[in-house]
């Protein structure tokens, strides 16, 4: 004998509502800045394993390329980005110009400061990966208050019936 749990199909169409919504955003812009966070953290992991197995002329071959193809693929990016008026992927062109630079200037920050290698690729990684954990919550919260906006229906009510108030005043006599 199987029991049989009725449930109110309005709760049940919302909960999926909600649970499309949220699968939604985690396909899209989660997922876009995962897999950038992704190819960072391999990027920095590979550029580490080279540091130890190629000598410094090498290695700075290896910086001076992969920075010149994080430059041609931030100035590809932006250029997307400026003819379809995208403003996101605007901002992931950015990003690949400021690893192209943290890239660059990898060898005459590890000169100045005299700090080895993977001090500075170790550096990198945490700011990179910070700052992805960051502007993925960010995202997350600004698509959260706009998901429970649309819900509200305040500024409609207020919109539509606007309150006049009148001020009164209360004649006191100062003593």
């Known amino acids: ?7 109110n199909s309005k709760e049940e169409n919302g909960f999926r509502n909600k649970l499309k919504k949220i699968n939604n955003y985690f396909t899209g812009d ?3 800045n995962l897999t950038y966070a992704s190819m960072i953290i391999i990027y920095f ?3 580490s394993i080279l540091s130890n197995t190629l000598d410094s002329q090498r290695l700075l071959i290896f910086s001076n390329i992969a920075s010149f193809s994080f430059l041609f693929f931030a100035i590809i990016t932006i250029e997307v980005a400026y003819k379809k008026d995208e403003n996101y992927t605007a901002l992931h062109g950015v990003e690949f110009l400021v690893l192209a630079i943290f890239t660059l ?3 005459y920050i590890l000169k100045s400061f005299k700090i080895s290698i993977h001090v500075y690729i170790i550096a990198g990684l945490v700011i990179f990966t910070i700052y992805y954990l960051l502007k993925t919550a960010i995202l997350f919260t600004k698509e959260k208050r706009k998901e429970l906006e649309s819900y509200s229906d305040i500024k409609e009510i207020v919109k539509e019936d606007p309150i006049d ?3 009164t005043r209360k004649n006191k006599k100062v003593n």
């Open 165 to 167: 108030r009148k001020t």
């Open 45 to 47: 992991i590979f550029f």
């Open 1 to 7: 004998m199987r029991l049989k749990v009725e449930t």
């Open 105 to 107: 200037l990898m060898q």
């Open 30 to 32: 989660a997922l876009a």
